[in-house]
């Protein structure tokens, strides 16, 4: 129900917005949400519940080992 839902309001956007979306705009690329890519973006945005950090940024941090989340850099988690 919650990926038809989100695919319903991405149409609407997509069509609201036609007239005035760049040439190159990912809106133009909207792809329908599967049910594995929803659940991988809910587990992300709980894990970022449960693991606190001060900005966004430092749950991809790579480049300071005592910054790092191990969990948030699993490739079955985010697609890149």
């Known amino acids: 129900k919650m990926c ?3 695919d319903s309001y991405a149409r609407s956007v997509i069509r609201a917005s036609a007239a005035t979306v760049r ?4 809106i133009k690329s909207w792809k329908p949400l599967t049910v594995n890519e929803l659940r991988r973006f809910l587990a992300i945005v709980f894990n970022m519940g ?15 080992p005592s910054q790092s989340s191990k969990w948030f850099k699993k490739k079955s988690y985010v697609k890149k």
């Not at 040439?23 to 990912?26: C, D, G, I, L």
């Not at 900005?55 to 790579?62: I, K, V």
């Open 4 to 6: 038809h839902s989100s």
């Open 23 to 26: 040439r190159h705009s990912r």
């Open 50 to 64: 449960l693991i606190k950090k001060t900005s966004t940024e430092e749950y991809w941090n790579t480049t300071m």
